[in-house]
C-alpha cells in the first residue's frame, strides 16, 4: 500500500513533491493517515490549494464530495465549491476523468499525481498539477481523499520545469 518512492519520482513540480513527503510523513506502521493527522500549519504555504474531497458511497458507484476546497479554487471556478459534488462543477468532460482518479485512490488506497487541464471556462491557458493522497478514519478505508493542485500557464510551464524531458505530448 504505502512501499516505494516511485510516484515521488514521477512529480515533476517540488510543489507536489513537499505534499506528498509531508503526507507519507503522517502514514505509520503501514496505516493511511486520518484527516486529523494533517496540520494546516504544516502546509500553509499550500493552503490555496489544498482540498479534501469525502468518498461518498452511493449505489451503484462512488460519488466525490468537496469537504473543504481552499481559496486558490476560486479564480478556476469563479465561485466556491465546497460542498459540491464533483459532478456537478463546470468542468465539462473532465468529470469522468475526474471519477476516474477518485475512485482508483479510493479502491487501490494509493495516491496518485498527474497533470490535465483544468476543463473550467476561460481555463485553457493552464496546465493543473495535481495530487490525490488517501485519508482513513481507520487507517486501512479511505474516506476521504487531500488533494493539492498547482495551476500554471502553458506559456511559463518551461520555468517551473527541472526536467522538461519528463513532460511529453
Given at each position: 500500500?504505502?512501499?516505494?518512492?516511485a510516484l515521488?519520482?514521477?512529480?515533476?513540480?517540488?510543489?507536489?513533491q513537499?505534499?506528498?513527503?509531508?503526507?507519507?510523513s503522517?502514514?505509520?506502521g503501514?496505516?493511511?493517515?486520518?484527516?486529523?493527522?494533517?496540520?494546516?500549519?504544516?502546509i500553509?504555504?499550500?493552503?490555496?490549494?489544498?482540498?479534501?474531497?469525502?468518498?461518498?458511497?452511493?449505489?451503484?458507484?462512488?460519488?466525490?464530495?468537496?469537504r473543504?476546497?481552499?481559496?486558490?479554487?476560486?479564480p478556476?471556478?469563479?465561485?466556491?465549491?465546497?460542498?459540491?459534488?464533483?459532478?456537478?462543477?463546470?468542468?465539462?468532460?473532465?468529470?469522468?476523468?475526474w471519477?476516474?482518479?477518485?475512485?482508483?485512490?479510493t479502491?487501490l488506497?494509493?495516491?496518485s499525481?498527474g497533470?490535465?487541464?483544468?476543463?473550467?471556462?476561460?481555463?485553457?491557458?493552464?496546465?493543473?498539477?495535481?495530487?490525490?493522497l488517501?485519508?482513513?478514519?481507520?487507517?486501512?478505508n479511505?474516506?476521504?481523499?487531500?488533494?493539492?493542485?498547482?495551476?500554471?500557464?502553458?506559456?511559463?510551464?518551461e520555468?517551473?520545469?527541472?526536467?522538461p524531458?519528463?513532460?511529453?505530448?
Open positions: 500500500m504505502l512501499a516505494g518512492t515521488r519520482h514521477q512529480m515533476i513540480l517540488p510543489q507536489q513537499f505534499v506528498y513527503d509531508y503526507w507519507r503522517k502514514c505509520r503501514g496505516r493511511l493517515p486520518c484527516r486529523a493527522d494533517i496540520d494546516p500549519a504544516d500553509c504555504e499550500h493552503l490555496p490549494m489544498i482540498s479534501v474531497i469525502e468518498a461518498c458511497e452511493m449505489s451503484p458507484t462512488l460519488r466525490f464530495k468537496y473543504l476546497a481552499g481559496t486558490g479554487f476560486w478556476m471556478f469563479e465561485d466556491e465549491i465546497s460542498g459540491r459534488y464533483i459532478d456537478e462543477l463546470p468542468i465539462g468532460n473532465r468529470r469522468d476523468y471519477h476516474r482518479v477518485l475512485t482508483r485512490v479502491e488506497r494509493r495516491p499525481a497533470v490535465t487541464k483544468p476543463g473550467t471556462p476561460m481555463r485553457g491557458h493552464l496546465a493543473q498539477f495535481w495530487i490525490r488517501p485519508l482513513s478514519d481507520d487507517g486501512v479511505v474516506t476521504s481523499i487531500l488533494g493539492f493542485d498547482h495551476l500554471v500557464k502553458y506559456s511559463e510551464l520555468q517551473y520545469l527541472v526536467e524531458e519528463k513532460i511529453s505530448a
